[in-house]
């Protein structure tokens, strides 16, 4: 009844979303559908709002609506201290943990030569230029512990160790609050494999 | 491991089957197309999460339903263990140990069958690729961070291959390079060094069960061929020095022929027989009962290991063993193991005691001992 017209292309708009399959894409359609058009239309300015008001931050490349980011412009941050992440979405889940205090730089990626990603298709140039101006003591590689993560660590490593600057990669492990029972075989040897003293 | 009862639900042509197992030797006859195949498949996707025919697990689904369900009551080391599987048109296979939704998508680990198919009895004579993923699943099944070494492996080598074929002249080429060998090599090491350990573990238990099964003439041993010069020495600190050194020494021929000439994934496995190689010069016979022996040193060495017997599951391979071989696997069968044997006939003079159960028509009969 709707396979054209105002109503289909809503629900196909939704279907392009990541994680949203043509059910729920109708669903949302139709809820929005069913709401008074204030809803559509505070929904309609928050997007294009955001989109129209947020680009990457000249320093760390996060996605931002100001310039430099909110942390980038924060005195309080140790700007000796930079952690690589892969995606804004990374930073997100670094700043919950409230346990960094230095700033960040985004990648937008990893290199993965299998889809034609380089450092020149990443944030490379910019880091490096970043830590050649000076300040910065600890670069802190925070890639996904995958193939194409600590390849990309690996890579960067090799850059900016000649830099005179110290490098450092996330440690991975068990998750904490979890018992060992419950932890899988890999977690366990790793952790294992990246066991310390005590102290 | 013992099947005590299995149930079948929309399992490819069984919409309903429920049947007791016998503890030793279950022989399942019937003509061709009937099912029994499909009975095997079930045992072995409930006791490994795959099955041994298809990658397209949905297959299995009977035609006309949208779900399949197989059911068990198991005894391992003398404990019960209510086993569910349960596979759907639109999800994934979800495994339930005793009500207990499992996470991972198999319910255990090591794996609890041994399989022997036809396909197997190429195994010598085949291409090296095949003894490369025989040897793979052997060693997953005693070690199961192998699993996640070869993934990562594999993954290294597409991306390494790929760098190599379209990527010479990006940035940082040489740099990116280094990143993935070093990887390659890590992951390589300790690929070959559990390869290794266990070609060691499995050497005398397979001369031995070999003279066992022909009546001790020859001597059956392996080597393993490796792309990277394997000293003595069997640790992974020389097998990465000498994985190291030889991508270091062969990188301008790999960027030449742009692709990954050095790694376990270059390797293969040489059976000599009476000191012959196998794959030349000896005989059908002889190379039947080379993998036979393979076979059983598996399920040896999983007992050594854990302490209980694995299933062993052969499709259609008994017809193809002459009596003399049958005879020499007494021995196997001789043991506390649960067997089930697709056969189109009943094989004569089976060395022991055995139930059939005859399909026709995705029914199941139960005969007589």
């Known amino acids: 009844m709707h396979s054209n017209g105002p109503v289909a292309r809503l629900v196909d708009e939704f279907a392009r979303l990541p994680g949203i399959g043509p059910k729920t894409a109708q669903r949302l359609a139709f809820y929005i559908l069913s709401q008074p058009p204030e809803t559509a239309r505070r929904l309609a300015a928050a997007l294009t709002e955001a989109r129209d008001n947020t680009r990457r931050c000249s320093v760390c490349l996060n996605l931002t609506d100001r310039e430099p980011c909110a942390v980038c412009a924060d005195p309080r941050r140790n700007p000796e201290m930079l952690c690589v992440v892969e995606q804004p979405r990374d930073v997100l889940a670094m700043e919950k943990s409230r346990g960094f205090r230095g700033l960040y730089h985004v990648l937008h990626g990893s290199i993965s030569p299998m889809n034609g990603i380089g450092p020149d298709e990443l944030t490379v140039r910019e880091l490096l230029q970043r830590i050649a101006g000076g300040g910065v003591k600890e670069v802190i590689l925070a890639t996904n512990p995958n193939v194409e993560g600590d390849a990309t660590a690996l890579y960067l490593s090799k850059l900016i160790q000649p830099l005179g600057v110290r490098v450092t990669r996330l440690a991975h492990g068990l998750p904490v609050g979890a018992s060992l029972e419950y932890a899988d075989e890999i977690t366990l040897s790793k952790a294992l494999e990246g066991r310390r003293e005590l102290y | 491991m013992f099947f005590k009862r299995l149930v079948l639900s929309n399992f490819r042509n069984f919409r309903d089957l429920s049947w007791y197992p016998y503890r030793g030797v279950n022989i399942i006859t019937g003509n061709n197309a009937q099912g029994k195949t499909n009975l095997l498949e079930a045992i072995g996707f409930c006791t490994t999460g795959l099955s041994f025919r298809t990658s397209r697990e949905k297959e299995m689904i009977k035609d006309g339903t949208n779900s ?19 596979l759907a048109e639109n999800s994934i296979a979800e495994f339930r140990l005793n009500g207990v939704k499992q996470k991972k998508n198999r319910l255990f680990l090591p794996v609890m069958s041994v399989s022997f198919t036809p396909a197997d009895l190429d195994l010598i004579r085949g291409n090296p690729a095949g003894r490369r993923r025989w040897l793979d699943t052997e060693v997953c099944s005693f070690e199961p961070a ?34 993935f060998n070093l990887q390659l090599i890590n992951y390589g090491s300790r690929i070959i060094y559990s390869r290794l350990v ?6 005398s238990v397979l001369k031995d069960l070999y003279r066992e099964l022909t009546r001790g003439k020859e001597d059956i041993y392996y080597k393993y061929l490796s792309s990277v010069p394997l000293g003595d020495k069997l640790n992974i600190e020389a097998i990465t020095f000498s994985l190291n050194s030889a991508i270091a020494s062969r990188s301008l021929e790999e960027k ?6 050095v790694g376990p994934h270059r390797d293969d496995l040489q059976f000599y027989i009476g000191g012959m190689d196998a794959r030349r010069y000896c005989s059908r016979g002889q190379q039947r009962s080379a993998v036979l022996s393979l076979k059983m040193s598996a399920i040896k060495l999983y007992h050594r290991e854990y302490g209980e017997y694995p299933l062993l599951l052969m499709d259609d ?16 069968f001789a043991l506390p193991l649960q067997s089930f044997i697709t056969s189109t006939a009943v094989p ?7 139930k059939t159960v005859k399909i026709t028509n995705g029914q199941l009969i139960e005969g007589e001992r």
């Open chain 2, 68 to 86: 399949l369900q197989v059911s068990a009551l198991l005894e391992r080391n003398g404990v019960e263990d209510d086993i569910i599987v349960r």
């Open chain 2, 146 to 179: 192998y699993a996640y070494h070869l993934h990562n492996y594999n993954r290294v080598l597409l991306q390494k291959n790929n760098l190599l074929k379209e990527k010479i002249k990006t940035t940082g080429f040489s740099e990116i390079l280094d990143s």
């Open chain 2, 198 to 203: 266990q070609l060691g573990k499995m050497a």
């Open chain 2, 256 to 261: 030449n022929r742009r692709q990954a000439l």
């Open chain 2, 348 to 354: 004569e003079n089976f060395p022991r005691d055995f």
């Open chain 2, 317 to 332: 391979v008994m017809l193809e063993l002459d009596e003399a071989r049958q005879a020499g696997m007494a021995g196997l």
